[in-house]
């Protein structure tokens, strides 16, 4: 079946370095990708998104590229900050099921 | 976005005791609820996806009998756990959605069950 491998964590970082997050996947079809956070306390929040081979998606200085040909969907970011530690799941989506998550990596930044 | 609620936060409850886990859709109506149980340092695994008035799908490997889903309203999914014991300590999580495409899901906070 479809899954989702994600590099394991913590990731720990200083203020203002770069950030990967590496996310493969396997999956018969096209299915969709995703790059969902989670803060301390908090629910899943959907980060950033792409549907198709090349796209790219980002928010809040976040950028990931669905790469089709070595089925990857890697998530970056220049320039990291305090608030952005959290936990972070790659996950995809084929229509008529739910999403399926890889494990989760998590990222303290200290200042 | 819309939110997602779950009560209780957290609950510690004895071994063979049920506890009741709710998840609501405060401001949309959620045709379709998922249940997660995620593991320390594992993903998030499906348990079981309900439709509104109908029974739920459970997903290989989960007890539908030990897990009972209730999807009686639009805006509310319950989870109950019966005759509970500590491995099935966990964080559960409830997801609902609106329509059928990925970006109307939307998660709850999560319940942490823990069980002496």
């Known amino acids: 079946g479809d899954s989702v491998t994600q590099m394991e964590g913590p990731v720990t970082l200083s203020e203002e370095a770069f950030l990967t997050i590496n996310c493969t996947y396997t999956?018969?079809?096209?299915?969709?990708l995703f790059w969902y956070v989670q803060y301390p306390g908090e629910g899943l929040q959907l980060l950033l998104k792409?549907?198709?081979?090349?796209d790219k998606g980002s928010n809040k200085g976040f950028e990931a590229t669905y790469r089709k040909e070595t089925t990857s969907f890697h998530l970056e970011k220049g320039s990291v900050q305090v608030s952005d530690s959290a936990v972070y799941f790659c996950?995809?989506?084929?229509?008529?099921?739910?999403?399926?998550f890889g494990k989760g990596t998590t990222l303290s930044v200290s200042s | 976005g819309a939110v997602v609620s779950q009560h209780p936060s957290w609950v510690i409850c004895k071994s063979g005791t049920s506890v009741k886990i709710e998840c609501r859709s405060l401001?949309?109506?959620?045709?379709?609820m998922f249940w997660y149980r995620q593991f320390p340092k594992q993903s998030l695994m499906l348990m079981a996806t309900?439709?509104?008035?109908?029974?739920?799908?459970?997903e290989q490997g989960v007890e539908k009998d030990k897990f009972l889903i209730n999807h009686a309203s639009l805006t509310l999914s319950t989870l109950t756990v019966t005759s509970a014991h500590p491995e099935d300590s966990s964080f559960y999580i409830c997801?609902?959605?609106?329509?059928?495409?990925?970006?109307?899901?939307?998660f709850g906070p999560g319940t942490r069950l823990t069980v002496l």
């Open positions: 997801s609902a959605r609106a329509g059928t495409s990925y970006n109307e899901q939307f």
């Open positions: 999956a018969t079809g096209y299915p969709s």
């Open positions: 792409a549907t198709k081979a090349d």
């Open positions: 996950a995809l989506f084929q229509a008529g099921t739910a999403l399926i």
């Open positions: 401001d949309f109506q959620a045709t379709t």
């Open positions: 309900s439709n509104e008035g109908s029974k739920a799908t459970y």
